[in-house]
């Protein structure tokens, strides 16, 4: 089945530390998103890429990092820089660059910091 | 700016009651709308979207939606809710090659 995977569900990250969240799509897509969401605020963009080798900041981009080595990946690092990083992290994908077309999601992953 | 505005922070019905979740957004020009459900713990899922044309779009689930340009609103209707309706609900709007989300409306279903 196409789709989109995030690995692990669950992380736990001792302050301090950094760690990365995986976001792996078998849809074929050009472009991957990476938000990131708290209660009672929606989700906000963290970062995004249009194609492989290239990607873009979005609204709250500190404190992260991404890399678009393959069109399937879009792995997500969570630095020591990020100060508040406990949230539900998602990684969404949609098949037209330059363009809007319907994004679609994984099933996310959930990052506490201990 | 683009913005999306879901006034409704939270909403109770009654199981079998008819639904309405409200939208309005800000966008110079015509947008591209998608409503979204996440049930606790979990992603987004696509329920319905309006690119152009009838302004009325059906979707999964038993959902519509309708497009309103004067009143700039996607407000999203169901006639008779079910109790696995009750999840967060969504309202998004395509800008260019980015998406800007409500900060959502929270459903509980009551029996």
């Known amino acids: 089945d196409g789709g989109i995977t995030q690995s692990p569900k669950y992380l736990f990250r001792k302050e301090g530390q950094n760690v990365t969240l995986s976001c792996e799509q078998n849809l074929n897509h050009d472009a991957m998103y990476w938000y990131r969401q708290d209660p009672g605020q929606g989700l906000r963009l963290i970062y995004y890429s249009q194609i492989v080798n290239d990607f873009q900041k979005g609204d709250i981009a500190e404190g992260y990092s991404v890399s678009r080595e393959k069109k399937e990946s879009f792995p997500l690092t969570v630095t020591s820089a990020q100060k508040n990083p406990t949230a539900f992290y998602l990684c969404?994908?949609?098949?037209?660059?330059?363009?809007?077309?319907?994004?679609?999601f994984g099933p996310g992953t959930r990052l506490t910091v201990l | 700016a683009q913005s999306v505005t879901q006034p409704d922070i939270h909403i109770t019905v009654s199981e079998g009651a008819s639904l309405e979740l409200r939208c309005n957004y800000s966008?110079?020009?015509?947008?591209?709308l998608f409503w979204y459900v996440q049930s606790p713990g979990q992603g987004l899922q696509l329920l319905l979207k309006?690119?152009?044309?009838?302004?009325l779009v059906q979707g999964i689930k038993g959902f519509e939606a309708e497009f309103k340009r004067s009143q700039s609103s996607f407000n999203l209707r169901k006639p008779s809710v079910h109790w696995s309706d009750a999840a967060e609900y969504f309202c998004a709007v395509g800008a260019g090659n980015q998406f800007y989300f409500g900060t959502g409306t929270s459903l509980t279903v009551i029996p």
């Open positions: 969404a994908s949609s098949s037209l660059r330059g363009s809007t077309d319907t994004q679609y």
């Open positions: 309006y690119f152009s044309g009838d302004t």
């Open positions: 966008y110079g020009a015509t947008p591209y």
